[in-house]
């Protein structure tokens, strides 16, 4: 059974471009968290999708930052107009179910860095 | 807000020794569920071990088990009989029921010495 599927691994993008970063959970999983780490911090989450759907954006920055789960297909972390302060470790997870008693499976991250 | 705090950010232990890594958190919830995550250099995120808040008996996975006292919000990690894979950052995190985003501490670097 697959883990969680992110790519790419490391992403390099001048200040201005876009940034592109999917996220494939874990088959059977329909919900799917964004947390991003910076550098010598913790994980400071995102946002929460299901399924065409996203549940909780309390930790999207109001202005760049968006994210997908379409019906088909990965989820996608888009980041508009990127700013060196982007440069981060993105992670996402996947669940099967929602809430603290089902675990969030990690994938292995993005790593962006901006020029 | 719910907030987790990793007061110590870095630790060291000889190698079969045993640490105890410290985490505190603040809630006004009294339903919701802790962790330990490891993050070795590879960055991957790996669950150690998880606690139900409303369960009384620590958990155990192993060499790893945890302190918890709920009055005073605490939840230490003990790692017994350190090895050298046990190196990594360790983050203690949080979350209440019914909600989904886990809140996570700041990290404690462990190194382990042969």
């Known amino acids: 059974n697959a883990g969680v599927m992110q790519n790419p691994r490391h992403l390099v993008r001048r200040r201005g471009q876009e940034a592109r970063l999917r996220c494939s959970p874990m088959?059977?999983?329909?919900?799917v968290y964004w947390y991003r780490q910076l550098p010598e911090e913790g994980l400071k989450f995102m946002v929460y999708?299901?399924?065409?759907?996203?549940?909780?954006e309390s930790g999207m920055p109001k202005e760049r930052f968006s994210a997908e789960f379409p019906k088909e297909g990965p989820s996608i972390l888009r980041i508009q107009q990127v700013v060196r302060g982007d440069s981060a470790a993105y992670f996402c997870?996947?669940?099967?179910?929602?809430?603290?008693?089902?675990?969030?499976?990690f994938g292995p991250g993005t790593r962006l860095t901006v020029t | 807000a719910q907030t987790v705090t990793q007061s110590q950010p870095e630790m060291s232990v000889q190698e079969a020794e045993t640490v105890t890594l410290s985490c505190t958190y603040d809630?006004?919830?009294?339903?919701?569920?802790l962790f330990w995550y490891k993050q070795p250099p590879s960055r991957q995120m790996i669950l150690v071990i998880r606690?139900?808040?409303?369960?009384?008996q620590n958990a155990t996975e192993n060499r790893f088990s945890v302190n918890f006292q709920k009055a005073a919000k605490s939840f230490s990690l003990k790692i017994s009989d350190s090895q050298l894979g046990d190196a990594a950052m360790y983050f203690c995190?949080?979350?209440?029921?019914?909600?989904?985003?886990?809140?996570f501490g700041q990290g404690t670097r462990l190194t382990i010495n042969p």
């Open positions: 997870a996947s669940s099967k179910e929602a809430g603290g008693s089902y675990e969030q499976y």
């Open positions: 088959k059977g999983h329909s919900h």
């Open positions: 999708l299901q399924k065409e759907n996203i549940i909780d």
């Open positions: 809630t006004s919830e009294s339903d919701y569920y």
């Open positions: 606690q139900e808040a409303y369960k009384q």
């Open positions: 995190a949080f979350t209440i029921q019914g909600a989904q985003k886990l809140v």
